[in-house]
């Protein structure tokens, strides 16, 4: 058989702990050592990259709104420009789209599908290119009005960094991406303050996985990148509030009540940006041209209410200390959405999750207006967390996040409460969130449901066959051949037969394709099983897990293994074909879908049929 490898030879110590080694909880390596120091001085760039980042949409800023010479971020709201102000997100729509006609495509959008896209099916590589446009085209977009926050480009753009560094180094893709999330997660951490949160974004969006060769590399740079936030853009929290006092029980069944309203605002707003570019698509230009139309949209909104323009920082803050009421909220609301969905629709570059924090804001602040409710900034905070949480479908990252910025810890049960009925409402109603949408457009499929694959938790001595019919070495290839062409019950339907010696141990394997060829040879009047079959055998044991077995079957382009016994690898104890791997991912689909009936089920059943008889009597 071709591929196979060198005959197993009795175990020793280490491969005991080899054993020990493979059949551990984890699989990290110390490979992960070095991972880590990469990665921390990936955090390091990453805090820079943030500054450098909102340091530039506050200079746009500044220069086309109040022109004057500052990097402070600022609203663009106060600005006394008029009609003239309609001009200003239109022009940096054209400069955008020009970027990306000639530049790169890949900055059109708010990042994280892009991030997605490059892990996903690009093996974790992106360009310099990429790294210098994307932020100074999110700048260029947010700093001339657009209703952007400055998340979803930093992590593209520490995403992109990350990847760079991966490169100049002999890693693996996985590894690459490890990197890449890394850098992506640093961004986050350093423009939010808020570490916790960009590591559960990148294990519930980025990672695909949940291992700690890739966790404690992502966790070092989120941690080192907001430690250099300190003396760069100050300590957290970037929303404090004053801290609430432990919530009653009716606190948390009004969050349950609203967040079901929050979930049907994030289907809707998901609806809204995609339904926006699917009117883009249809009209017969070149895409290059629509952020033009998009910052169209943002100059119109932005006369008729100002604070809908820019990142909003100021705004989020005023929402959490309750100082928008009524029809202010109701404006900004509506305002936000509509130039939000229009522009991102457009493909200009900006991100997504400050302007849900804002409409989500804006919503809770509703809620607690109509419903006469004390606290209207507690009912934003929850809000926010909710519509982030719902549309992202990152409902622990959303939790994560609003405690992070805002330090308000007691807020906790009620906001879980929210996120999580929030995501409930959008699972159910959306196949796909706002993010993976557009990943799916393109082309490709996301799956976002991690379980433990059946091949890494079953044994091989769980699905393969025990009872092995053998064949003996002297046997003759005729009489083996006469057995199968008669139907021989015990042979005919096998496709391979493990040959034995004397004393029934391993010695060899024969296949059909084996038996094929030996056919067609001159000596096959005199051959026996064992000169036609191979004696250099690929082989498993009964405690390795599937997932290993399989490996194997891959490497060596084999169909089928012989199970041996580690201490005596020539004495078989099973056979693991391809039915076996295939019998274990049915089971598995077995144990999802199938139900079992329960003790009711079972006791109304005996009921009815004792009434039955008793009828029938």
Avoid at 76 to 95: C, D, E, F, K, T
Avoid at 137 to 158: H, K
Avoid at 564 to 587: I, M
Wanted: hydrophobic fraction near 50%.
């Amino acid at each position: 058989m071709p591929g196979n490898a060198d005959p197993p030879q009795p175990e020793g110590i280490e491969t005991h702990r080899a054993r020990d080694d493979r059949l551990g909880d984890f699989t990290t390596r110390p490979r992960v050592l070095t991972l880590t120091a990469m990665a921390a001085g990936i955090g390091v760039v990453s805090a820079f990259v943030a500054l450098v980042l909102l340091r530039l949409i506050g200079l746009i800023t500044n220069l086309v709104y109040y022109h004057q010479l500052s990097s402070t971020l600022v609203s663009p709201a106060a600005n006394r420009l008029g009609v003239a102000a309609v001009l200003i997100p239109m022009a940096g729509g054209l400069i955008v789209g020009l970027m990306a006609r000639y530049g790169s495509e890949r900055i059109r959008g708010h990042g994280i599908p892009e991030a997605l896209e490059a892990i996903l099916i690009g093996q974790s590589r992106m360009t310099v290119r990429v790294a210098i446009l994307k932020p100074l085209s999110a700048a260029i977009s947010i700093g001339t009005g657009g209703p952007f926050g400055a998340e979803g480009p930093i992590i593209m753009t520490g995403g992109a960094f990350g990847s760079l560094f991966g490169q100049l180094f002999r890693l693996s893709a996985a590894e690459r991406k490890t990197l890449l999330v890394a850098g992506a997660a640093g961004g986050m951490a350093a423009v939010f303050a808020t570490p916790l949160a960009a590591v559960l974004l990148a294990v519930e969006l980025l990672l695909f996985e949940w291992k700690p060769r890739s966790f404690i590399p992502v966790a070092t740079a989120a941690a080192v990148a907001a430690a250099i936030r300190v003396p760069l853009l100050g300590a957290g929290p970037i929303f404090p509030v004053a801290p609430h006092a432990v919530l009653p029980l009716t606190t948390l069944l009004l969050a349950l009540g609203f967040r079901v309203v929050a979930g049907l605002g994030s289907a809707l707003l998901t609806a809204t940006v995609y339904g926006c570019e699917d009117l883009f698509l249809k009209l017969p230009i070149h895409w290059m041209w629509w952020p033009v139309f998009g910052g169209l949209a943002i100059g119109v909104g932005g006369l008729v209410y100002p604070r809908a323009l820019g990142v909003g920082y100021d705004t989020i803050a005023d929402l959490l200390g309750g100082r928008l009421v009524g029809g202010v909220l109701l404006g900004l609301l509506i305002t936000k959405a509509l130039i939000w969905a229009v522009s991102l629709g457009s493909g200009t570059s900006g991100g997504v999750l400050a302007p849900l924090l804002i409409m989500g804001g804006a919503l809770g602040g509703l809620e607690a207006h109509w419903a006469k409710l004390a606290d209207p900034g507690l009912w934003a905070m929850i809000s926010m967390g909710a519509v982030m949480g719902g549309t992202m479908r990152s409902p622990f990252t959303a939790v994560a996040f609003v405690l992070e910025f805002t330090h308000d810890v007691n807020v906790l049960p009620p906001l879980f409460v929210a996120c999580i009925a929030a995501d409930l409402v959008t699972v159910l109603l959306m196949r796909r969130s706002i993010l993976t949408e557009k990943v799916a457009r393109r082309g490709h499929h996301v799956m976002r449901e991690y379980a433990v694959s059946p091949l890494h938790r079953l044994r091989v001595e769980s699905v393969m066959e025990q009872r092995v019919p053998t064949v003996p070495a002297t046997l003759d290839l005729r009489s083996l051949f006469h057995r199968v062409a008669n139907e021989d019950p015990v042979l005919a339907r096998r496709h391979a037969w493990p040959i034995v010696d004397d004393g029934g141990r391993l010695v060899g394997l024969l296949t059909r394709g084996d038996l094929v060829r030996a056919l067609e040879s001159d000596d096959f009047e005199a051959a026996t099983v064992l000169d036609a079959g191979t004696r250099s055998l690929v082989v498993t044991y009964p405690d390795e897990l599937l997932e290993q077995a399989t490996a194997k079957m891959i490497e060596h382009d084999v169909g089928r293994l012989p199970v041996v016994s580690r201490d005596d690898p020539r004495r078989l104890v099973g056979y693991l074909g391809r039915s076996g791997v295939l019998a274990a991912w049915s089971e598995a689909a077995k144990e999802e879908h199938e139900r079992e009936p329960g003790w009711l089920t079972e006791g109304w059943r005996a009921v009815g049929a004792t009434l039955s008889r008793m009828l029938a009597e």
